[in-house]
């Protein structure tokens, strides 16, 4: 069973302002979930880098700038735009059901 998929249901999608990103902390995750032109994406919410949380970053298009190390990433894919990271972020496939942002995990 290990390559089962689990599904978390993070937040409504009414709750992520266009151009915006929150914090959701769920099964042991913490994510940051972004609304870019009325699609959701959703990355881990600590940089790669050092301590800084994404979801208080600049959001600047589909990039998001790490307001430690100004270190960017594109939301998208998680792949690295900007140094000091060098390491890419972790994103989850999301869509929306019935009005709630939905991610598929891990399952156990």
Not at 9 to 14: E, P, Q, R
Not at 38 to 57: A, I, N, Q, R, W
């Amino acid at each position: 069973m290990s390559h089962a998929c689990a599904f978390a249901h993070l937040c409504h999608a009414g709750d992520v302002a266009e151009g915006k990103a929150i914090k959701v902390e769920k099964n042991g995750l913490t994510l940051a979930v972004f609304n870019i032109q009325g699609e959701y994406f959703v990355t881990d919410d600590t940089c790669t880098h050092g301590p800084g949380s994404l979801s208080e970053g600049y959001i600047d298009g589909d990039t998001v700038e790490c307001d430690f190390h100004n270190g960017s990433f594109n939301i998208k894919t998680g792949e690295v735009v900007a140094p000091p990271c060098m390491i890419p972020l972790k994103t989850y496939k999301t869509r929306v059901e019935d009005g709630v942002i939905v991610i598929e995990t891990d399952g156990e």
